[in-house]
């Protein structure tokens, strides 16, 4: 009988399991089977003991893929601990309100700032306090544009926008360093070089270095703000101060540091070219404060655009949330690969993830036949009867396609309470 047997139906008896490739498969010869079905049959000589039942084999178990190791943090620096203690922040308070909160910390700062600095210029003259006064009222537009897009990005879904406004605080952001760049930049080096070939003369500039002071500790407070903001959605996607600064999702508390940090280093050029007019009473120096302030202006302008753009573009999620989603969905049962991975960062607290999922066929199958039992019985009960059989093998399909789908509806409403920013999930059957 085992001699006419076709050898695919020996393969099916072997490993029933329909991924292993032929290559892998050692198949005894027919010849050893038959002698090996004849031994087994072929009862023990008399007197002789029976030989001892061999051991039964170890359960195989599924092998499951290595889990993610755990990010390991390195120290926070002195610089961070001194931030976080200035600014601490609720567990609860999720990122884009925490740089909602910096952006109306540094506008405060800055309209202040704004007010005290025009006074200064119409009382001394300075070219430079000048320049510094149009810095301020270009930091108080562009984070007016960044509060905007704030609460614009924060409207719900609409039929028409399935995914959301969240890309929208990327176009204000966009627009607020093109104010930067032409506003601030723009005026304050033409201002600068206007005054370098027409120099004026220059009065109570004692005034204007005790304005500069007083607005070095106001942008301070607010720079420090903004750090705060940075250092801890830094933290929570695994990246380091500086890396979030170049990719992180969230360009407004960016913006926020950068500005404010071009302030800083605005006000200490503005006061060094002052100090230096004042010892000497030479007006160029105050024009090349101009000049350098502008410079700094655009330079900050460019960085800003070209990041903004490149979220406007449509970049993948941080490495470090892409390996944990790919890894919680790798970590379950019923998946045993993972194809066309593909993630989009809609927003600050918004990401798109999509992915083809390989199934275990014989843990989907199992799953159903425990829960339907009596598609097992109705088989075996009539064996004889090919249409009943094939009947029930094509309802028995049809469900284990259906709970393939319930699977993936599973595994997507798992994916997303663990990761509450994956707003949108699609994951198909490969």
């Known amino acids: 009988m085992l001699g006419r047997l076709p050898v695919a139906h020996l393969l099916r008896v072997t490993h029933p399991s329909p991924r292993l490739s032929l290559s892998r498969l050692r198949i005894p010869s027919l010849r050893s089977r038959v002698r090996a079905c004849s031994s087994a049959a072929a009862p023990p000589p008399s007197g002789a003991a029976s030989p001892p ?16 190791k755990e990010w390991s943090a390195p120290p926070p620096s002195r610089f961070e601990q001194l931030v976080l203690r200035l600014f601490p922040l609720q567990p609860q308070a999720l990122a884009a309100n925490d740089s909602k909160t910096a952006v109306k910390f540094a506008l405060g700062g800055n309209i202040f700032n704004t007010l005290v600095k025009y006074a200064a210029f119409l009382l001394t003259g300075s070219g430079t306090m000048l320049s510094e006064a149009l810095h301020s009222t270009a930091d108080v537009g562009n984070q007016s544009l960044l509060l905007i897009g704030i609460n614009r990005a924060s409207r719900p879904a609409t039929n028409e926008y399935p995914y959301g406004f969240e890309s929208e605080r990327f176009v204000y952001a966009l627009f607020s360093a093109i104010g930067i760049f032409f506003l601030g930049a723009g005026f304050s080096f033409v201002h600068g070089v206007t005054h370098l070939f027409n120099p004026a003369e220059l ?4 005034i204007a270095l005790l304005v500069l002071a007083a607005s070095f500790g106001i942008e301070s407070t607010t720079f420090l703000r903004g750090c705060a903001s940075v250092f801890r959605s830094a ?9 979030y600064v170049r990719k992180g999702p969230d360009p407004m508390a960016v913006a926020v540091i950068m500005e404010d940090g071009a302030a800083l280093i605005g006000i200490s050029i503005a006061s060094v070219c002052l100090g230096a007019t004042y010892l000497t009473g030479n007006p160029i120096y105050d024009a090349l404060g101009s000049v350098l302030i502008g410079t700094l202006l655009g330079v900050i302008a460019v960085f800003l655009m070209q990041k903004n753009l490149r979220a406007l573009i449509g970049h993948s999620a941080p490495k470090s949330k892409r390996r944990k989603i790919v890894s919680h969905v790798l970590n379950d049962p019923m998946v045993q690969s993972m194809h066309n991975v593909k993630s989009l960062q809609l927003g600050a607290n918004s990401i798109s993830f999509n992915a083809d999922i390989e199934f275990e066929g014989r843990a989907v199958a199992t799953k159903y036949l425990k829960k339907n039992p009596e598609i097992l019985d109705k088989i075996l009960a009539n064996p004889g009867d090919r249409k009943a059989v094939e009947e029930y093998m094509i309802l028995y399909g049809s469900f284990v396609v259906a709970g393939m789908g319930d699977e993936v509806d599973r595994i997507e409403g798992t994916l997303q309470k663990k990761f509450p920013d994956v707003k949108h999930v699609g994951l198909e059957s490969n």
Do not use: A, G, N, V
Request: proline share 24%; net charge negative; hydrophobic share 15%.
């Open 53 to 68: 039942p061999p051991p039964p084999s170890p359960p195989q178990q599924q092998q499951q893929p290595d889990k993610e």
């Open 203 to 206: 009065e109570d500039l004692w």
């Open 235 to 243: 933290r929570e996607l695994q990246m380091s101060f500086t890396e």
